[in-house]
């Protein structure tokens, strides 16, 4: 039998009120299903709500646990809500992402169905903490760990960067260059990923780490001195060294295509299916290798790259190149990075923006003169409406003197 304070926990778990919900912790229990057989941290997740979410897994909230009636997950329900932070805290968790309800579907099926695209590609990028803190342990037979614990935070954090662009694991990489003199520990782990991945029908996961593997092998032999000049720093800008013509990406072209040559499962759909697109685009036109592995990875939605960074090709970035208005960058540093092949085409970019500008405002003022013009005739065909009945009203009158005209001449 529930409690008051168990009924009163579920309500505000469900209007996101935080504090009260913090407030009750102490006095019931966390996992307790209520009438509708949902828990606090179902509701929480429905609602998007991080913090509440966060709280309740912080007290002892089952991340697995299931809805009574149609075995949702919280990761389902959060990721109906749309809320990618959501998401990826219930994984972080330990939420399964391969859970199914009643009609046999996971949560990242339910979210591609209800066009939930970045919560989808959250699940489908997501590696568990503990799966690469495996490989700091020994086992079996093994007299040392095939990765040093002081390692696994940050190569995990790598293994979820849900963007496929190279430019990011580079600079990633170059952020937490300490992984390149480990760089046989961490390619054990990303190939042993890969493999274990494919093994486990996850096509997507293991397509991914093998594409973040090849670029890894990169980015040690720029930074050792065996291929190119000034280490990670000049495979960043031999990758963002634009085509004369357009400022195409062609090296960054090269590198996806090179890696996908390099996949060890022919066998698998999704590959095939890849290699089908590629070699039916030709080299230099779109869409380029990283729409068609976009596409294909995380989702068609997620190849929409309108809001990106045209660097690194982080999703929603709103500062503009200040001079054209028509790319869009992180930050500065992204900016410096893309400037020397942004700049050939920058003023000529320039005056397409103003293009745009020029049309889209004779547009509206189109649109606002056929507004203009389409009230002027409705107030006309009411005026003659209005002017009809008065002449209706008039030919009455006038047929009603006549009557009693004539009805006076009756009379007399
Ligand atoms: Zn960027
Ligand atoms: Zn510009």
Request: proline residues 3%.
């Amino acid at each position: 039998m529930a409690t008051e304070e168990e009924r009163k926990f579920l309500q505000f778990a469900k209007t996101g009120d935080f504090d009260e919900l913090k407030n009750l912790l102490s006095v019931v229990d966390v996992n307790h299903k209520g009438e509708e057989g949902m828990t606090a941290l179902m509701y929480a997740a429905y609602k998007g709500s991080v913090n509440s979410v966060e709280l309740l897994l912080h007290n002892g909230a089952d991340p697995n646990i299931d809805s009574t009636k149609d075995k949702y997950t919280p990761l389902m329900f959060a990721t109906l809500s749309g809320s990618t932070d959501t998401v990826r805290t219930l994984l972080q968790a330990g939420a399964k992402p391969d859970a199914v309800n009643t009609i046999k579907r996971t949560a990242a099926q339910l979210g591609a169905f209800v066009g939930r695209h970045d919560c989808v590609s959250v699940i489908n990028n997501f590696v568990q903490t503990d799966q690469i803190k495996y490989y700091t342990k020994t086992h079996g037979f093994e007299k040392t760990a095939k990765l040093d614990d002081k390692l696994a935070e940050n190569v995990h954090k790598m293994v979820v960067i849900p963007n496929l662009n190279p430019v990011k694991l580079v600079l990633y990489i170059q952020d937490h260059i300490e992984l390149i003199p480990a760089s046989k520990e961490v390619l054990y782990v990303l190939e042993t990923e890969v493999e274990k991945s494919f093994k486990d029908v996850n096509e997507v996961l293991s397509i991914k780490l093998h594409i973040f593997s090849h670029v890894f092998k990169k980015c040690v032999a720029w930074e050792t001195g065996k291929e190119g000049k000034q280490g990670i720093k000049g495979l960043l800008k031999f990758l963002l060294k634009g085509r004369p013509a357009d400022g195409f990406l062609l090296n960054i072209e090269f590198l996806l295509r090179d890696s996908m040559r390099s996949f060890p499962y022919a066998q698998s759909n999704l590959f095939k299916q890849i290699i089908k697109s590629l070699s039916s685009t030709e080299l230099g036109k779109p869409p380029s290798a990283i729409t068609i592995l976009t596409q294909s990875i995380n989702g068609m939605q997620s190849a929409d790259f309108s809001e990106c960074c045209t660097c690194c090709g982080d999703r929603h970035c709103f500062n503009k190149c200040s001079a054209c208005k028509m790319v869009r960058y992180c930050n500065a540093a992204c900016q410096k990075l893309h400037w020397s092949s942004h700049k050939p085409f920058c003023a000529d970019l320039k005056v397409k923006y103003e293009e745009l500008q020029r049309i889209q405002k004779l547009e509206k003022e189109q649109e606002e003169k056929a507004k203009l013009e389409k009230e002027r005739l409705e107030m006309e065909k009411e005026k003659s409406q209005i002017e009809e009945l008065e002449t209706e009203k008039e030919n009455e009158t006038k047929n009603f003197e006549q009557l009693e005209i004539n009805g006076d001449g009756n009379e007399s």
